[in-house]
């Protein structure tokens, strides 16, 4: 029961989040194909050993610490917001928008010309899927209606993903686009670092400024509008912020799912089911499971290295099905 959960302090709840955190950023850039130690890398500035590290292996945790964070936030504000444990970023049609303009940038070809053109054709498509969600269920749905159209704008980014896969000629294009939805970390640099920074942040802003809107609302619509909370207000920034951050983010790495479901169900009984304060613990814990499982991907034997993606869902497909099975016994 939530009554019989003991909530922990936040500083060491906090404490102990930051210490994994920095474990895992360090573990992040410490392993790869080439051997060394970020220690050695710092020690010797002019080294083949210094080019790795800065230019390869530290924009790569940081991409992974922005990245997982964004998704940790999102999925606790959208579980928070829809009063759903099993709710995550993706529910609303934000990450279906954003794969859709990557994609269709990969069809037209216009990657090949100017490559950052990629996530900005993901940005773009992220906003387009909010403007789309507003057309199709107005400023004042209801939380079913708000979901209802974004598994409608899911269903349609699904259909033209698939089209442009069916229609292109080039099998290079196809496999370039088929290796992106799988989501990866690798290959990226400090550009893709600071396209995304400002939109992640903006987002961020938006998604923790209604921590004590969403502890509101947890005790229901009309107590929250009691309370001085305007529910309008609050769906415009959930779904504002959560398009700015994790569009940006998927449109950079690729669809990596279950990261925003598994962090914030993990976290909610230390922070004593409180929405609010689950967002920061979330962001945190995101950012460490996503660097984790970028440093899986590199360490686990195999001829090629496994994207990111499909290993983010090998964990969190048996962990949505056990909280379906969780819930089917409280009902039962």
Request: include cysteine; charged fraction near 10%; aromatic fraction near 10%.
């Amino acid at each position: 029961m939530k009554g019989q959960v003991k909530e922990t302090p936040a500083w060491l709840l906090y404490a102990v989040l930051g210490t994994l955190l920095l474990a895992a950023f360090l573990g992040s850039v410490s392993v790869g194909s080439l051997k060394f130690s970020w220690i050695s890398a710092l020690r010797h500035p002019s080294s083949e050993m210094s080019f790795v590290f800065w230019d390869i292996r530290v924009p790569r945790a940081v991409l992974g610490l922005l990245v997982g964070a964004t998704l940790g936030l999102a999925g606790a504000a959208m579980q928070g917001f829809l009063r759903n444990p099993l709710a995550e970023p993706g529910i609303l049609g934000v990450t279906g928008g954003a794969a859709l303009g990557a994609v269709t940038v990969f069809y037209t070809g216009l990657v090949t010309l100017f490559p950052m053109v990629l996530p900005a054709g993901g940005i773009l498509g992220a906003f387009i899927s909010v403007i789309l969600l507003y057309l199709f269920a107005g400023t004042l749905a209801s939380v079913q209606t708000l979901i209802l159209a974004g598994v409608a704008i899911n269903v349609i980014a699904f259909a033209g993903t698939s089209l442009m896969l069916n229609l292109v000629r080039d099998p290079y294009a196809v496999m370039d686009i088929v290796f992106w939805q799988m989501g990866s970390l690798a290959d990226r640099s400090f550009q893709h670092v600071l396209l995304i920074l400002p939109f992640v942040m903006a987002g961020w802003a938006l998604l923790l400024w209604d921590g004590r809107a969403l502890d509101a609302l947890s005790l229901g619509e009309e107590t929250a509008s009691s309370l001085g909370i305007s529910l309008k207000a609050l769906r415009a920034r959930i779904i504002l912020g959560t398009a700015l951050c994790v569009g940006a983010s998927i449109s950079v790495c690729g669809s990596i799912g279950f990261v925003g479901l598994i962090v914030p169900h993990l976290l909610r009984p230390y922070v004593g089911y409180r929405a609010g304060k689950l967002l920061w613990a979330s962001a945190l814990g995101g950012a460490i499971l996503l660097l984790g499982s970028d440093i899986a991907v590199r360490i686990i034997p195999s001829l090629v290295e496994l994207k990111l993606g499909v290993v983010t869902s090998l964990v969190g497909a048996p962990f949505f099905l056990f909280l379906l099975f969780q819930m089917r016994k409280k009902i039962l």
